[in-house]
């Protein structure tokens, strides 16, 4: 079976360009989870997408926006990109939504450099 | 305040040692859920281990187990008979409930093991 997946595995912008950034979860998982992953940092949580729907949102500009498909497939977009925004973005994927010892699956992430 | 804390950038340990990795944690919420991931240099973070906060036993998992203390507020990882293939980033994170029905991790900063032969 196919783990998660994210597309591209490495993108190089500039600034005030816009990305997408797409990920597909495990088969049968319902819910992404978006995380920043700054260099020397542990991943920050974006946003999570469950059923298509938002289900939470971490502490980011309004220049970042996801959505889920009906296939459960997400993407992230990032607008007017800053140097800032260099990081490693992963995505999650996991069965439920919620529930406290729900696993969270991580692909390999996209590795974004803004020059 | 950081919700999850790691003190140590870097650990060494000498191949087929046993080897802590320190977490702290704040949370006022009696129901959290406590995890560890390890990042190889590929960048994909892989599930370790996990403790529920209501969990009497310390869980283990092969050679990982989760030493934790609930009344420091602690969850060190603890990695026995260390394998070259254990050199990594290691992180601790921490769920709580979330009115939302969202289950978004928090993470620590990380520590690198460098297992030597």
New interface residues.
């Given amino acids: 079976d196919a783990g998660v997946t994210q597309s591209p595995t490495h993108l190089i912008k500039t600034r005030g360009q816009h990305v997408t950034l797409r990920c597909s979860p495990i088969s049968g998982h319902k819910?992404v989870?978006w995380?920043q992953q700054v260099l020397?940092?542990?991943?920050?949580?974006i946003f999570?997408y469950?059923e298509k729907e938002e289900?939470?949102r971490?502490n980011f500009p309004d220049r970042f926006s996801a959505r889920q498909f009906p296939n459960y497939s997400s993407e992230l977009n990032v607008n007017a990109l800053l140097l800032g925004d260099s990081a490693?973005y992963?995505c999650?994927s996991?069965l439920?939504?919620?529930?406290?010892?729900?696993?969270?699956?991580?692909?390999?992430?996209t590795?974004l450099t803004v020059v | 305040a950081q919700k999850i804390t790691q003190t140590q950038p870097g650990m060494f340990v000498q191949e087929k040692e046993a080897v802590t990795l320190d977490c702290t944690y704040d949370t006022s919420d009696p129901s959290y859920g406590l995890f560890w991931y390890k990042q190889p240099s590929s960048g994909e973070m892989i599930f370790l281990i996990y403790q529920g906060s209501y969990d009497q036993q310390n869980a283990t998992e092969g050679r990982y187990s989760l030493n934790f203390q609930k009344a420091r507020k602690s969850a060190n990882l603890v990695i026995s008979a260390s394998q070259l293939g254990d050199s990594a980033m290691y992180f601790c994170a921490m769920r709580e409930v979330d009115q939302t029905g969202a289950n978004n991790l928090f993470f620590g900063t990380g520590t690198r093991l460098t297992v030597i032969p």
């Fill in positions: 819910s989870s995380y020397g940092q542990g991943p920050q949580f999570q469950y289900r939470g971490g490693l992963l999650a996991s439920r939504a919620g529930g406290m010892n729900t696993e969270a699956f991580f692909g390999q992430g590795r």
